[in-house]
Each structure stands twice: as C-alpha cells, then as structure tokens.
C-alpha cells in the first residue's frame, strides 16, 4: 500500500498535504521516495535551522539518547539550566527566566497564561482582574485553544467556536488605531514582529516603538511571538533587535528552529520588577502554575543547545542578513512584472505575487501555483497566504544553493510574466 493510501486510511486530513513523499536529506537537500532531489527553502517551515542532518545535531541527539533520553521535571535536569543559561546570556541578554515546551503553540499559550496572572497581581482600579491580550490582524501564535483564540485570523478560527475570551485584533502598523484601544481590562500587547504564515509583513520600527510606549503608559505587558523569526533567522537572536534594538520586551516565545527539527518550544518571562515591593514578573509563574510532561527534556535539551551554540559560533545570524542581500538584489534585478514586493528580514522572505499574472484554478490560489512549479523544477517552498511565496533555506545555506535556488525561481516567474502566445 502507498504513503499516499496509508494516509487516506489511518490519518486525519487536517493538512492539505502536496504529494511529495521525503524520506532523507542532508544539508540544504531533501530526496523523495523516488530517489528525486530538491533544494529545500522551506526546511519544516523554518524549523531545520542547519538543514537537514546536521552533523553537531546528530551528534549531540546520538550521544544523549544513550545517556538519558527523558525524566521527570520534578528533578533539575542539567541540561535544561545550561540551556535556559544560554539563551539568557547569548541570546536574549535580559535578565529573565525560561520555561520550556514542546511547540510555539504551547509557548504562548504560556505567555497568555502569564498575563492572566499579571492582570490578578495587577487589577482594574475597581479590583477586578484585567485579562485582556492585544493582537493583530493576520497574525499566527498557533491552533490550540488559547493560541488560536489570539490568532487574528478568522480562517484559523472558523468552526471552533466559541473562542477563549479576552483578545481583540486590530490592524498591524496602526499606531492610530492601538492608542485608542487600550480598555481597563487590557493587560497584554502580543504580536510577531515579523508575520510569517499572515503574508511575511515586517513591523515598522515606529510601531514597535510605540506599542512599548503605550505598555509603560498603561502597565501594559509586551510579548513577541518570535516562534518562527527568533534565533537567527532574521538576522540577530532576536528579531525585534533588527526593528527596534532598544525596546526590552515582559515576555517572548519561540520554538521551530530553536531545535533544528526537535520538538521544542519556550517562553521567557523578564525579571522586571513590577511593584514597588520589587516583584519580579518573572516570580508571578511559580510552583503549580504550569507546565510540561515532556518540556525541556533531555534529549531536546541536548539537541536544541547544538544548534543554538551553532548558530551563535559560526555567526550564522550574521550570514542570514548576507544570504538576504544577495536574494534581495537579484530578485529585484529580474524586473519581473508578477513579482510585487519583497518583505521580510534575513532569510524569512516573503515574495509579494500579482495574481492576475497567474492562471488560477478555482480552490487553488496563486501562491500555491507557483509553489507547485516550483516543486516539479526541484525548489520547495511554502506560501504565506493567497499572494505570497517564502523563502525559509538553512541558516547555513551557502551561495551557490541560494544562487541554483533564485535560477529555479527566475524561470519558474518568468513564465507567469512573460506566458507563451
């Protein structure tokens, strides 16, 4: 029986799945069942940060899993404190505290959680609790309950309904509009600074700046949703330092490419006092107020302190802004009528498309023709909504793979802007 069959008969079809069938790779390379090689720009969505197989990740999950792959978070696991140490002082570098999950989702189910508990320390001047988290249109943190619910994306939520209460999305960039929406019962201002799956839309530094400042006015939290931008891949650990480098944010969650294709995810809470008493934020999530079977395990732990070492030591972060230069450039050397825009930081990309260049059939968008094409020329990429293509290569990619990608690229648009007669 076919993969293909198996998954009709045995899987939930909660992916609408392309039929490609992988079954190894090694570096920027992934081959199919077929013995098929493709260059691969989307890495798990930005989740194989080195690529595929790396050789200090395999290692290290090699080694670990003869050692101790799980046990129990009633005891301190050492790898977890090294890990949570190096993300603190490599990466962060703001005193704070971490806790560790299994996916973003988890993450900032976390950090919604954590402003719960900020608004009971923190009350409305009636007493009652203020609960309430700011997101923003076309923003993605997930689909379990409470992420989703934050999602402002009606298409994610459509269904499962009724949502957790306590959020409202308003339109991102808009400093207008978020000055004059902040109610007593707000508590929480979360947002990706790059949007990855809503389209890969950039915030302005002016916005940052001022969602900060309306945080300290209002004693506001300010959580970054860094799940698919963080450590690395937009050209600093942190992508909000690429914006806005002196904005300090209460909270931020990650997880994909912090574990190189592992399944871990994090949040971190600052050790900021909020009172006059000296209470630290961070002190609000103690013993009982959350967690995690399998969060921070071993065996993740291992893996995820191998890439990030990685990343930090070959100054990847650094190459990511170089690979970006060199994408930029050519694409816009091209001159190509269907390419719109380029948008994004480092190497998340997002390449704007006009569909009206692009035969659609009905069901499909012009994002998901393009990415099929793409695929039968050997180039894996994934859209970031109706319009919009990502490119998502290791960190480590070098530049003949980003050179032999763009080629597969040009001659893929070219035929959308310049069709046959």
Not at 80 to 101: D, M, R, T, W
Not at 363 to 380: P, S
Request: negative net charge; glycine residues 10%.
């Amino acid at each position: 029986m076919s993969t293909a069959d198996l998954f009709q008969q045995h899987v939930l079809p909660t992916y609408g799945r392309f039929p490609l069938v992988p079954v190894s790779g090694a570096g920027c390379r992934l081959w199919d069942d077929a013995g098929k090689s493709y260059l691969d720009f989307c890495t798990g969505i930005a989740v194989c940060s080195l690529g595929h197989c790396h050789p200090r990740l395999v290692e290290a999950i090699r080694e670990q899993a003869g050692k101790l792959i799980h046990c129990s978070n009633l005891y301190q696991i050492p790898l977890q404190a090294e890990l949570a140490e190096e993300i603190n002082v490599h990466h962060v570098k703001i005193p704070g505290k971490l806790f560790f999950s299994n996916s973003g989702a988890e993450a900032n189910d976390g950090l919604i959680k954590s402003a719960r508990r900020f608004g009971h320390k923190r009350p409305q001047p009636d007493g009652s609790p203020r609960y309430e988290v700011i997101t923003f249109l076309q923003s993605f943190h997930g689909r379990t309950l409470g992420s989703m619910s934050a999602t402002g994306q009606a298409k994610i939520q459509e269904g499962f309904d009724p949502l957790l209460p306590g959020f409202r999305y308003l339109p991102f960039n808009d400093i207008a509009a978020l000055e004059n929406s902040i109610r007593p019962e707000t508590a929480a201002i979360l947002l990706e600074p790059i949007q990855g799956e809503g389209g890969v839309n950039t915030a302005t530094p002016e916005f940052l700046r001022a969602v900060a400042a309306l945080c300290k006015k209002h004693d506001l939290l300010l959580f970054f949703d860094e799940v698919q931008a963080g450590f690395g891949r937009c050209g600093d650990s942190m992508a909000w330092r690429m914006i806005a480098p002196e904005i300090e944010p209460d909270g931020i969650s990650w997880a994909k490419g912090m574990g190189g294709g592992v399944p871990i995810g994090s949040f971190w809470l600052s050790d900021r006092a909020i009172d006059e008493n000296g209470t630290a934020f961070s002190s609000l999530m103690g013993p009982g107020s959350h967690g995690s079977t399998y969060g921070g395990n071993p065996l993740v732990c291992a893996a995820s302190l191998a890439v990030l070492k990685e990343i930090r030591e070959k100054e990847l972060a650094e190459h990511a802004i170089l690979m970006e230069v060199r994408i930029q450039q050519t694409i816009l050397s091209w001159k190509l009528p269907v390419v719109t825009e380029i948008r994004g930081r480092g190497l998340l990309l997002g390449v704007g498309l006009d569909p009206a260049l692009i035969p659609t059939p009905e069901g499909k968008t012009a994002a998901l023709v393009v990415v099929n094409r793409l695929m039968d020329r050997g180039l894996l990429l994934p859209p970031a909504g109706p319009q919009t293509i990502r490119l998502l290569p290791p960190l480590n990619v070098t530049e003949a793979e980003i050179d032999e990608a763009l080629a597969i690229l040009h001659s893929v648009l070219t035929e959308f802007s310049h069709p046959p007669a």
